[in-house]
């Protein structure tokens, strides 16, 4: 089977495209994994040449030998839908969970996002906690959520509990939360760790003056969790431009009453 031809291939590629028309990608910004099921694997192999194996730069063991369709670094989302060849890449893992290799994609060179060991131990962790369902880790540079990160308290409570007040859906979208990471450089180990620590609890992590990492079980999920925060978040600074106070809001008590009539868990400290 043709590659492009493939359902995870069609939504990937769907998904950088609506990302690019969300505003999210200025120039190279935001980058996209999907970890492919066996039998995708399976059924495109006969296409694969690979490339030579490379350093993550950290270690992954539960991803031994899987493989991801990722954006190429420096690559354009605006370039996806019509280059997808020259702009994306499946990767696979070795059998320590220590390198990768190209197998098929980026035909006029490069490598994977620069935010790959991010990418990898966030699917790492949700593989392990959710038993294999999540499959998809989104980065997107979402205006809203960054501009808010220098006028809230970097703290996952304060960003969880404003952003549940913005929309009645957003405490069902999201019922564990958000958390929040302080300003770090990007693409490297540390930062990786600090979002990959947060996603064990919380399936989106914003970067402070960065942008928002989402994860989900397939494209509709992730995008959809990406597209709620990010409104949500845009709500917010229309509220905050109009006046620095809220003059009503969703109240503690409303949630309690949202959560048992939506049968969602949310956390009493998020409440307090
Ligand atoms: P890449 O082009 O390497 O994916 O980097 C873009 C980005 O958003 C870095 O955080
Ligand atoms: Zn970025």
């Known amino acids: 089977m043709r590659i492009e031809d493939t359902e995870f291939f069609k939504g990937f590629v769907r998904m950088a495209d609506d990302g690019w028309n969300m505003g999210w990608h200025e120039r190279n910004g935001g980058n996209l994994s999907y970890r492919l099921k066996k039998e995708e694997v399976e059924s495109i192999n006969s296409s694969f040449s690979c490339g030579e194996w490379e350093n993550i730069g950290v270690t992954v063991p539960l991803l031994a030998e899987e493989f991801f369709m990722v954006t190429g670094s420096g690559k354009f989302f605006r370039n996806v839908k019509d280059k997808p060849e020259d702009s994306v890449c499946i990767?696979?893992?070795?059998?320590?969970?220590?390198?990768?290799?190209?197998?098929?994609?980026?035909?006029?060179?490069?490598?994977?996002?620069?935010?790959?060991?991010?990418?990898?131990?966030?699917?790492?962790?949700?593989?392990?906690?959710?038993?294999?369902?999540?499959?998809?880790?989104?980065?997107?540079?979402?205006?809203?959520?960054?501009?808010?990160?220098?006028?809230?308290?970097?703290?996952?409570?304060?960003?969880?509990?404003?952003?549940?007040?913005?929309?009645?859906?957003?405490?069902?979208?999201?019922?564990?939360?958000?958390?929040?990471?302080?300003?770090?450089?990007?693409?490297?180990?540390?930062?990786?760790?600090?979002?990959?620590?947060?996603?064990?609890?919380?399936?989106?992590?914003?970067?402070?003056?960065?942008?928002?990492?989402?994860?989900g079980e397939d494209f509709d999920l992730t995008f959809g969790l990406m597209h709620t925060i990010e409104k949500a978040a845009e709500i917010l600074i229309k509220v905050f431009s109009t006046r620095f106070d809220k003059l009503q809001t969703i109240m503690p008590d409303d949630f309690r009453r949202l959560a048992k009539d939506f049968n969602v868990n949310l956390p009493e400290r998020f409440l307090q």
Not at 124 to 136: D, E, L
């Open 91 to 215: 990767i696979e893992i070795d059998d320590k969970g220590e390198k990768y290799r190209i197998v098929w994609g980026l035909i006029n060179g490069g490598r994977p996002t620069s935010e790959l060991p991010t990418h990898l131990m966030n699917h790492q962790a949700k593989k392990r906690i959710t038993n294999g369902k999540y499959r998809v880790v989104y980065h997107a540079h979402t205006t809203n959520i960054i501009a808010l990160t220098y006028i809230l308290p970097l703290k996952d409570e304060i960003f969880t509990r404003h952003l549940w007040e913005m929309a009645t859906e957003c405490p069902v979208v999201f019922p564990d939360g958000i958390g929040v990471v302080e300003w770090m450089v990007p693409g490297g180990r540390d930062i990786a760790e600090a979002t990959e620590k947060l996603m064990e609890k919380y399936d989106a992590v914003v970067w402070a003056h960065h942008g928002l990492f989402a994860t």
